[in-house]
């Protein structure tokens, strides 16, 4: 079989990328000399007078894919910041750390490189466990937060005991981090409102190959550490303003 010579997915994420700097945002690496590396869009020229925003991702592509249509409109009122989290886009670590916990000292380091001392955090699915967790280490920076469809309340029992769609987090893991087009049509049915509907397996299968196939083994390990002894009680509280919304059964 002749080598893929044209990718729709590739192309796609080019236009991501094209239409975040034509919004005002800029990509920055910070090495945080640690073996860890991470990614972050923010603003071509901070505006001291105006209010930043930092909006997280969750399990997707990275973070264009997820906040592409977000960034053209809030940057007219915010200092927009989008953070690629570790083992999604240009961000990695060599560490052996895999918590929520980690990714927001993480996100917060990148962010004090980049002089940003105080922020709003918007965090989706995953994002929402991180953006929670830089609420609750960062109250002096993080002065609002917003977290949508992220269960941070879950237990690692509450699979157990059929709370959840899957029995398993191997079974979740599967959806999630879906490898095969028949899985991601599963994760689209339940993600999206409007599913689109009857996508051909090739792009399916493209946009698996470009997207879902690096860093795996690490993006599994972050499921795991996200279920694993998980219990409310341990749930740490947050004192800023804040807004939940839309639980739905995945991180």
Not at 29 to 48: A, L, Q, S
Not at 198 to 209: A, E, G, K, V
Request: one cysteine or more; proline letters at 5%; hydrophobic letters at 40%.
């Amino acid at each position: 079989m002749a080598d893929k010579c044209f990718s729709f997915t590739a192309s796609r994420d080019w236009c991501y990328r094209y239409s975040f700097s034509t919004a005002g945002l800029k990509s920055t690496t910070t090495d945080f000399g640690d073996g860890t590396v991470f990614h972050c869009w923010g603003p071509k020229t901070h505006r001291p007078k105006k209010p930043t925003v930092l909006l997280i991702h969750g399990l997707g592509a990275n973070a264009m894919w997820q906040w592409n249509d977000f960034v053209s409109p809030l940057s007219a009122k915010f200092n927009v910041y989008v953070p690629d989290l570790l083992f999604f886009g240009e961000s990695y670590t060599t560490r052996p750390e895999r918590s929520e916990s980690f990714q927001a000292q993480c996100v917060m380091r990148a962010m004090e490189a980049m002089g940003v001392r105080k922020m709003s955090v918007v965090g989706l699915s995953y994002g929402g466990f991180v953006a929670y967790s830089m609420a609750a280490q960062f109250p002096a920076a993080v002065e609002r937060v917003v977290i949508g469809c992220a269960g941070v309340c879950l237990e690692e029992k509450d699979m157990d005991e059929g709370m959840f769609r899957v029995k398993s987090v191997e079974e979740a893991i599967e959806i999630l981090l879906a490898q095969t087009p028949q899985k991601l049509r599963e994760l689209m049915k339940l993600s999206f409102y409007k599913p689109v509907k009857n996508l051909p397996s090739c792009f399916l299968s493209d946009f698996i190959d470009v997207m879902c196939t690096e860093n795996l083994q690490e993006r599994k390990e972050l499921i795991y550490a996200l279920h694993k002894d998980r219990k409310l009680s341990d749930l740490p509280k947050i004192t800023q303003v804040s807004r939940l919304s839309n639980f739905y059964y995945f991180p």
